[in-house]
């Protein structure tokens, strides 16, 4: 390969591979991350929607860093702690095992129940429990990785 | 200048490949299922994985039921006579072996095969009579009578109901609501 070649095989290709590079590792990261989605569509008409879809990986960045917050000298993770009281802690625990259990499940769906004209579906999917609330004033969609779920329990 | 892009070729495979590269986590395929369907005025589907409940079941703390035992003497019963009769029941020969019919309720117990069955009638003598029918595996039953005169094992009984699947455990008919309880390998209902 000639001199120039080089040059040109350098500005044409490398350079485009060494800014892509790290777009690639944090897209593909977000990617397998999955996103948190929260969606709430409102029937009647009067009240507002709401649609919220937020990285896994940031939020899981966040709640690594929930610890080391204080807010009036107590830690956030302290404070949830106090207000949840020894029951709660119960449930914590109950929780953790649950999700720490189910991540291995294969994808399936774990309840639906339809009173009426109202429906609720939990499944899980594709990594993430999805939750489907279907009433005749308002549609709740809700996707959640299970790895986050996970971080958040042991994070609090 | 192309041969040298072409070459570069495998290289950007190289980096490429290890970000598309997704875990598959382990799920062990004899896993067992415990599903709960009621049909009636509501719609209810419950699908749960049994290593799932097996491991959450230590952790459920109530009134007379902890570590996955359920302890009769709480429950204002004779422990040591329930345990010896289920005891009993177990080494038993086929036939049946509680009938009772009181006031229109009936209740039977019987042992056939591998199977202890368990009917119960409300006002069985009127229309809107409620059904309660069970079909215990000796061996679930036999794992529940295995810890101490006064309790129940309900964890041993879980892995002893692993290896059944397919037929229903508990029914419940009453009042046009069905109860179906059972286990199986897959992870869906198929009704």
Redesign the interface.
């Given at each position: 390969?000639k001199r120039q070649?080089r040059v040109?095989?350098g500005l044409l290709?490398g350079l485009p591979?060494l800014l892509l590079?790290p777009l690639?590792?944090v897209g593909?990261n977000v990617f397998?991350s999955g996103v948190i989605q929260c969606q709430v569509v409102d029937k009647t008409g009067d009240g507002c929607n709401v649609g919220v879809v937020i990285p896994a990986s940031l939020a899981t960045v966040a709640l690594h860093a929930m610890p080391h917050i204080e807010i009036d000298g107590m830690s956030i993770t302290d404070e949830i702690h106090g207000e949840m009281g020894e029951h709660g802690a119960?449930a914590l625990?109950?929780a953790r095992?649950?999700t720490?259990?189910?991540?291995?499940?294969?994808?399936?769906?774990?309840?639906?129940?339809?009173?009426?004209r109202d429906v609720v579906h939990i499944e899980k999917r594709d990594g993430a429990i999805v939750v489907n609330v279907d009433t005749p004033s308002e549609r709740v969609h809700v996707v959640m990785p299970m790895h986050v779920v996970q971080t958040a329990l042991a994070v609090i | 200048m192309i041969r040298s892009i072409l070459r570069a070729g495998p290289l950007a495979a190289l980096l490429t490949i290890p970000l598309l590269s997704l875990v598959t986590p382990a799920f062990a395929d004899e896993d067992r299922w415990l599903h709960v369907a009621v049909d009636g005025e509501d719609r209810v589907r419950l699908n749960l994985p049994l290593s799932v409940v097996s491991a959450a079941m230590p952790l459920i703390e109530a009134e007379g039921f902890s570590d996955g035992h359920i302890r009769i003497n709480e429950m204002d019963m004779d422990p040591e006579a329930i345990v010896a009769l289920l005891r009993s029941i177990a080494d038993a020969d086929d036939g049946e072996y509680v009938t009772v019919e009181s006031e229109g309720d009936d209740v039977k117990i019987s042992k056939k095969g591998e199977y202890i069955f368990v009917h119960v009638e409300e006002n069985a003598r009127y229309a809107d009579s409620e059904t309660v029918q069970m079909k215990f595996p000796i061996p679930v039953l036999t794992a529940l009578v295995s810890g101490d005169d006064d309790e129940l094992n309900l964890m041993a009984a879980l892995d002893a109901l692993a290896d059944y699947e397919g037929e229903d455990l508990v029914t419940v008919n009453d009042d046009g609501t069905s109860v179906r309880i059972w286990v199986d390998q897959k992870s869906t209902q198929n009704n």
């Open positions: 390969m070649d040109l095989f290709f591979l590079t690639a590792l593909s397998q119960y625990e109950l095992t649950f720490d259990e189910l991540q291995s499940a294969p994808d399936c769906v774990l309840v639906e129940v339809i009173s009426g | -």
